[in-house]
């Protein structure tokens, strides 16, 4: 007799073995010779500079509803494509209609320079400025 | 199939077109383009909405009948009757918003296309609603007016004022979401279907699981009576009201308002029913109605009682918009034909009454936030005196003056709530009216009986003007001919 | 013999995630924070649709939750524009900080 709980609790026991073995087993075999540029934080290769609790530019946020916008069209998608042989051409024919409407949030941001990284005039906040609350 | 199609027009039009005005706005930026065609696009869709009501009952029967492989609408979309009624008053309000609109957010802050597309959007959201023959529909209409409603009051969003308002209401709309979802989804649990329609019947055979059906009754409770402004829920609504660019909060008010009213009128009459098999669920159905009532006589008092001491006068019809929405939860108690009946005519009056007092405010307004408070308008007949008729006429209306449209209104909600043994309800109602005359009239006696202290107030009407005098005719139409709308709404719900 | 959970835990689940998210929303003052609850209390609902959904044996209850997945996403968009826009004015996201209506 197993309940769905026998089997989540079984699924813990064996992952935590496997892992628990890889970990041991590598420990065993392994090297030990540790050295600065070893003991780096490694970020793509080059040199980490500067504290990474940095404020990201807010272009970036226009760059991420863009994603997700796509991201939730994918939850959408998924369902669609699951039981799409079913349902022929007017499930297709939604689709892109649905396709189109999302598409047009990009034609939108496209067009009003959204998708533009160097922007015309960017202001440029100045530190005294906002030091004084000003801007 | 051509058929559904006849019936879905309105909805269609509104949709293609508010996803049209987003794609113009990127490809032309042209402004009066995307004005005039959100004009253009409301009317085809008042029109098309009008010939969805004057259809035949036969034609809506046949699609009732209709199997659902047939149909893609899949009997989740209701049509004819309240529903067209309802399209044809939401395209009205946003013609008379846009209107009203173009000249304000243009000399109060910098006109965006981006305002015309929200009010489309925020309307097909409406029309869904009042749509809505299932609970997933509902939700989606919800949401659909809700999300530009958060963006459209933060649409002046240089002044604090405004982005405050829009945070507000985005961070208490959101959390109103989540109970009113939770609420559907316990509903669904206790009958194990979406569909409106089916849930009452499945409640009125007495099989819905009590316990589910409790919590999503109280759960949809507090998210629609969130979303309506309704006590104890109602904080939200002065605030945003006041914060937001004035033209929008009348279209909050009106349009809004309404839309949330009739998503509780659909819920409501399915669930509150007496005729049930089971005792325990009837009970629940006894119980409901007995807290929506006291809900509407806390709205009404609560709402009446701080209208009273405001100083601002755009504050003061936000408060006054609270009250409102407790004299319209009376009908909701009352289910009843004249319950019904009444909601649809108050909803219809109130409308343009709201709309017409904001607007008001909105062409006397200066930087944001000035130029409303009650002393401003003191003596104004001497400077103004058709702007100020017309305010008189408005604030008749909303206190319940007999021959204006909002006596009526409150004449027939009150005759539902006798009606249905709820005479206590009545009683605080009429209390409750009396108290708001002292403010209504206040404001009248201040504009014609007080020195101008504060020197004389510019007002800009410009295209506002059409606004003011459609609101004003409908008021003194609908108070003069009240059977004009009752005939047509007879049997709606 | 397998045994299967009953749905009343994955409603008790989903209710102490709702109610997580209502304290979360009633008591932290971190607008990001106060957005973060509210998405919490999305997910409870639809932890519970989906579990109607399977014991009715009923798929409407899944599609209702893409679409609550869907609305999710639109909020999200909104809610942060808003907190930015907030931010630009007045250099802060918290919220008993922004007060000239009192909340």
């Known amino acids: 007799m197993l309940t769905n709980f026998g089997i989540i609790l079984l699924f813990f026991i064996i992952g935590f073995i496997f892992v628990g073995i890889s970990i041991a087993a590598a420990s065993l075999i392994r090297p030990h010779k540790p050295n600065p540029i070893k003991n780096a934080t490694y970020e793509c290769g080059e040199v980490a500079l500067g504290s990474p609790w940095i404020r990201f530019n807010t272009r970036f946020y226009v760059i991420a509803l863009v994603f997700l916008i796509f991201d939730v069209e994918i939850v959408l998608l998924f369902p669609w494509a699951v039981v799409f042989k079913g349902l022929g051409w007017y499930a297709f024919a939604a689709m892109l209609v649905f396709f189109f409407i999302l598409t047009l949030g990009l034609v939108y941001d496209w067009g009003k320079g959204y998708l533009d990284w160097e922007k015309p005039n960017p202001i440029v906040p100045v530190l005294s400025d906002l030091i004084d609350g000003k801007k | ?493 | 013999m397998l045994e299967t959970i009953q749905m009343e835990y994955y409603l008790i689940l989903s209710a102490v995630l709702f109610t997580i998210g209502t304290i979360g929303v009633l008591t932290r003052r971190n607008a990001i924070i106060i957005f973060m609850s509210l998405e919490l209390m999305l997910n409870a609902v639809n932890l519970s649709l989906v579990a109607f959904s399977s014991y009715y044996g009923d798929s409407a209850g899944q599609i209702f939750v893409f679409f609550i997945m869907a609305l999710a996403a639109a909020e999200a968009a909104v809610g942060l524009a808003i907190i930015l826009s907030l931010f630009r004015l007045k250099k802060t996201v918290y919220v008993d900080e922004v007060n000239i209506f009192k909340w």
């Open chain 2, 1 to 493: 199939m051509e058929l559904e199609y006849q019936f879905l027009l309105p909805l269609i039009i509104i949709s293609v077109s508010s996803v049209a005005a987003v794609a113009f706005d990127a490809i032309w930026k042209n402004k009066n383009l995307n004005f005039s065609f959100s004009i253009f696009a409301l009317l085809a869709t008042l029109i098309a909405a009008a010939y969805t009501l004057t259809a035949s009952n036969e034609a809506i029967d046949a699609i009732k009948a209709m199997a659902l492989s047939d149909l893609i609408s899949k009997h989740q979309i209701h049509f004819g009757g309240y529903s067209a009624y309802f399209d044809i008053l939401f395209c009205l309000a946003g013609l008379l918003t846009i209107v009203a609109a173009k000249p304000f957010i243009k000399r109060e802050y910098e006109e965006y296309n981006e305002f015309y597309s929200l009010i489309l959007f925020s309307i097909c959201g409406m029309m869904l609603i009042s749509h809505s023959s299932s609970l997933l529909v509902l939700f989606i209409g919800i949401e659909l007016m809700s999300i530009p409603f958060y963006v459209l009051a933060g649409f002046f969003r240089k002044s604090i004022f405004s982005v405050e308002a829009s945070l507000k209401y985005f961070f208490l709309g959101a959390f109103a979401t989540g109970f009113l979802l939770y609420g559907m989804a316990m509903l669904y649990g206790a009958t194990g279907t979406l569909d409106i329609k089916e849930i009452g019947i499945i409640i009125s055979q007495g099989e819905a699981i009590p316990i589910y059906l409790t919590l999503g009754i109280g759960l949809m409770l507090v998210g629609l009576s969130f979303k309506a402004a309704a006590f104890p829920f109602h904080q939200w609504a002065p605030d945003v009201y006041s914060g937001s660019p004035t033209v929008v909060s009348a279209f909050f008010a009106t349009a809004g308002k309404a839309a949330a009213i009739v998503g509780f009128v659909i819920i409501a009459k399915e669930i509150i029913q007496f005729d049930v098999k089971s005792f325990q669920i009837a009970d629940t159905a006894r119980t409901a109605q007995l807290i929506i009532a006291f809900i509407s006589a806390a709205t009404m008092l609560i709402g009446n009682l701080t209208a009273l001491v405001q100083k601002n006068v755009k504050r003061m019809l936000a408060y006054s918009s609270v009250a409102h929405a407790g004299y319209l939860l009376m009908g909701i108690v009352a289910s009843n034909e004249l319950g019904y009946t009444g909601i649809i005519f108050y909803i219809s009056a109130y409308m343009f009454m709201q709309m017409g007092a904001f607007v008001i405010v909105s062409v006397f307004e200066r930087n944001g936030n000035e130029k409303m408070s009650f002393d401003d308008y003191s003596g104004l007949y001497k400077s103004h005196p058709i702007l100020s008729a017309l305010m008189s006429i408005f604030m008749l209306s909303l206190a319940g003056i007999p021959p204006f449209a909002g006596f009526f209104g409150k004449y027939y909600l009150f005759l539902a709530a006798i009606k249905a043994d709820f005479l206590w309800l009545t009683i605080v109602a009429v209390i409750s009216s009396i108290i708001s005359m002292y403010y209504y009239i206040g404001l009248i006696l201040q504009m014609y009986f007080k020195e101008q202290t504060h020197g004389r107030l510019k007002s800009k009407v410009g295209m506002a003007k059409y606004t003011l005098l459609i609101t004003a005719a409908a008021v003194i139409i609908f108070g003069i001919f009240p059977s004009l709308i009752v005939d047509l709404t007879y049997n709606f719900f």
